[in-house]
T-cell receptor
């Protein structure tokens, strides 16, 4: 079985500052990795995903994440945040093989961007 | 429709009652997932439907939970004899194809409160 840990439940940051949201995973098999964002009163939206290839993945809204297999991490970064980035961010994994794409999520990190 | 829709958006019920939650996936999407988001916990996978194949029920927490998908489209999640620990947001997602390449599009969720 796999698991996902998001150590930071809340991350406050000032507008235009850089931000990193941490995600670590545990799995005995190879995984696929995802970041989702949930804006207030909206459904989850895919930000980016790592399936294979380059370990640096770029997503929507200027976000990027780097897969580090040795550290079992997939941290999300943005060099300069905007007020509109205020939302909850979820890291998720799924394992290779089998049918479907059952996602295992972390508990989420609430990003609050302040002026 | 433009996206995944779920109804009702909110449901308050008494302990011991049965509830039905509905999900309308994006037209043409063959895969459908149910997840649960409980307070203080991450989203957890419940059940997965793909076309006419037998559903993957490996995430259902107890035999009080069941789901069906009629005609490969609308899905209903049923919780019998609800308990207070069933209180959560129930999310539905659909994807055009099964497997990791099929991006999951999430609905806004149904917030279930069991008194």
């Amino acid at each position: 079985a796999q698991s996902v840990t998001q150590l930071d439940s809340q991350v406050p940051v000032f507008e235009e500052a850089p931000v990193e949201l941490r995600c670590n995973y545990s799995s005995s098999v190879s995984v696929y990795l995802f970041w989702y964002v949930q804006y207030p009163n909206q459904g989850l939206q895919l930000l980016l995903k790592y399936l294979s290839g380059s370990t640096l993945v770029k997503g929507i809204n200027g976000f990027e994440a780097e897969f580090n297999k040795s550290q079992t991490s997939f941290h999300l970064r943005k060099p300069s945040v905007h007020i509109s980035d205020t939302a909850e961010y979820f890291c998720a994994v799924s394992t290779r093989g089998g049918g479907g794409n059952k996602l295992t999520f972390g508990t989420g990190t609430q990003l609050k961007v302040e002026l | 429709g433009a996206g995944v829709s779920q109804s009702p958006s909110n449901k308050v019920t008494e302990k011991g009652k049965d509830v039905e939650l509905r999900c309308d996936p994006i037209s043409g999407h063959t895969a459908l997932y149910w997840y649960r988001q409980s307070l203080g916990q991450g989203l957890e996978f419940l059940i997965y439907f793909q076309g006419n194949s037998a559903p993957d029920k490996s995430g259902l927490p107890s035999d009080r939970f069941s789901a069906e998908r009629t005609g490969g489209s609308v899905s209903t999640l049923t919780i019998q004899r609800t308990q207070q620990e069933d209180s959560a947001v129930y999310l539905c997602a659909s994807s055009l194809e099964a497997g990791v390449l099929g991006e999951q599009f999430f609905g806004p969720g149904t917030r279930l409160t069991v008194l």
